[in-house]
């Protein structure tokens, strides 16, 4: 803990390419980088890609991905030279978790919502975790008010490691003009206004000037608007699915 609280100075202050050099100088094999093909991953994934680091890259296939989101991580993979490892659910926890909720159960309450995203999400990412020291996100702080206290580099209760987040001071703005300029493959669905894309039938689009998470999982209150993959120190322990 002090030792991260040691680097964090230095490590604001490094540029997204610089970041992520010593994030893979400094953890080796034992860093993943998870991607769920937003904006700000595609980012990460070109830098990774440019710089030709070494870094393990994970995404989550819930079982709910938009079809374009799949084909996003196929061109992903072939235009940048990439390999990413998809992770899905582990079968008998999806299987109870069905018969328990059913396909469609995650609308009746946050309780269900959030036992659906445990088992679709937050524990293959534990599993893809596992025996590493730290993982890189694509969390700005701009996302929205919950995601305001990101930082570069912190200890992440939820999974008990160190979690980089090398754009946490990025505005979309300057995400979006990035990967223009770069010319790096985005989501289609962007263009039509789904500014965060998760789940399918837990995703909208969002009207011109809202908070650009009001697409996720809209039927809620917005500050539940979580999936348990981010939670935050103090807040982790509001969520009894995240321990
Ligand atoms: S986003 Fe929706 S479908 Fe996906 S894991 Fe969470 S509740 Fe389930």
Redesign the pocket.
Known sequence: MEEVASWEPQISKLSVGEILQWSSRTFGHDLVFATSLGLEDQLVAQVIADLRLNIDIVTLD?G?LYEETQTLIDQTQNQLGLKIRVITPEHESLEKHLSEWGPLG?RQSVTA?RA??AV??VMPLRRALAGKRAWITGLRRDMSPWRSDVRVVAHDHSFDGIKIAPLWDWTRPMVESWVADRGTPVHPLHAQGYLSI??A??TRPVAEGDDERSGR?WWERHEQSE?GLHWHEGRVLANPLVR
């Open positions: 819930t709910r995650f919502r659906c995203c679709r999400k998760g789940c039938p837990c999982w999936c």
